[in-house]
């Protein structure tokens, strides 16, 4: 039951935008930063992002080699490198807009280790970074000398280098994105779940968290960035949700002998070291079917599968004991580059980062910004 005072203040906007993420707290930032007057309001459904923007693995990179040549599989060479820049081109606007100390930057550089069923990679990195050459103006990928150094099982033939990625903390990244939308009187509401858009009366039903309540709001323009979750919202969406687990272990009581951000498999698992603990996570691709949900569950045999790679090849001879595992949901579809369009007259959405929120989420946000300001 609703006051009259809620009623007339809390209710009405100008633009809503649905998702509390990166995308959508980029949204309102770029458009509230457009229309300084406009009254914004962000509704999350969780206490905080509910698909992956603070569950992912805070890894500030933009594809591996193998995953760069995998997904010639399905994109065209154009428009394998224009998402590649536009990852790269997002991860400079980020740490440029609110500095690599607030978001906990580190440059570590990434790697990727390779079996020898992807050893063949090898033999390509010369064609990509030339084919990269005019995104970094420098050779992206190399190979390390002495991949022994780094302390891997034998089953690791090779390592790649990539003097470009680096790492951060995801939430730290989100708390720059609420401080920002809190200076420009950006509203956010969590617990509060839509369940209905009307894309003619701009009217979103939703319920809040206490007591079930029911309440509708109204927009003169609405945005969705509900990523694995729009289904609910847009029927026709063209994705499908991805579930990545994650796994964290008890302190190691050991340094490392390598820093930074490392990938393997296609980029499908990835592993970086954190307050001196592993963090290790992915492996979607053993179990896709399974991984088609957005039930925040664990896959135990991709859980036991990640246990026997940091035990048989990350650290070998190790003790190792995980302390805290978690899944976050992403969203994906026949192509990687995000879906970014109008879907009825006062709605917008923005899904579809293909596990790369951390590095577009800023520039999807501010796409997706000037599409409503054209409506």
């Not at 720059?176 to 009217?203: F, H, M, N, R």
Request: aromatic share 10%; net charge neutral.
């Amino acid at each position: 039951m609703l006051s009259y005072w809620e009623q007339k203040n809390f209710l009405t906007y100008d633009l809503i935008v649905v998702g509390a993420g990166f995308t959508g707290l980029s949204a309102g930032i770029h458009f509230k930063k457009e229309y300084p007057k406009a009254k914004v309001l962000i509704l999350e459904r969780g206490n905080f992002p509910t698909g992956a923007s603070t569950k992912n693995a805070g890894f500030a990179c933009f594809g591996s080699l193998t995953e760069i040549l995998d997904d010639f599989w399905s994109m065209s060479p154009d428009e394998v490198v224009e998402l590649v820049e536009r990852r790269y081109h997002g991860l400079k606007q980020i740490k440029k807009h609110f500095g690599e100390k607030a978001l906990r930057y580190q440059h570590r550089n990434g790697y990727e280790i390779l079996d020898q069923d992807s050893l063949k990679a090898v033999e390509q990195i010369e064609e990509i970074n030339h084919l990269l050459k005019k995104v970094f103006k420098k050779e992206v990928f190399s190979l390390v000398k002495n991949p022994l150094k780094f302390g891997f099982s034998d089953q690791v033939k090779a390592v790649i280098k990539n003097r470009f990625e680096g790492e951060l903390d995801p939430a730290a990244y989100l708390n720059s994105l609420w401080e920002k939308a809190g200076s420009l009187g950006i509203k956010i509401l969590t617990g509060i779940s839509v369940e209905e858009i009307d894309q003619e009366s701009g009217s979103l039903k939703a319920i809040g968290s206490i007591g079930q309540e029911h309440l509708e709001f109204r927009a003169r323009k609405i945005a969705v960035c509900t990523n694995a979750f729009t289904k609910k919202l847009w029927k026709d969406c063209p994705m499908e949700p991805g579930r990545g687990l994650i796994l964290l272990s008890k302190p190691l009581g050991f340094d490392l002998p390598w820093k930074g951000v490392f990938h393997m498999d296609k980029g499908y698992v990835y592993f970086r070291e954190v307050d001196g603990r592993l963090l290790l996570g992915g492996a979607r691709n053993k179990d896709i079917k399974g991984e088609n949900t957005t039930e925040f569950g664990v896959n135990q045999a991709i859980r036991s599968h990640l246990d026997r790679l940091a035990k048989e090849v990350i650290l070998p001879y190790r003790e190792l004991e995980w302390d805290m595992e978690w899944t976050g949901i992403m969203a994906f579809g026949p192509k990687k580059s995000p879906i970014i369009q109008q879907i009825g007259p006062t709605t917008a959405v923005a899904v579809r980062l293909g596990g790369m929120g951390v590095a577009i989420g800023w520039q999807v946000g501010k796409e997706l910004s000037e599409l409503l300001s054209e409506m």
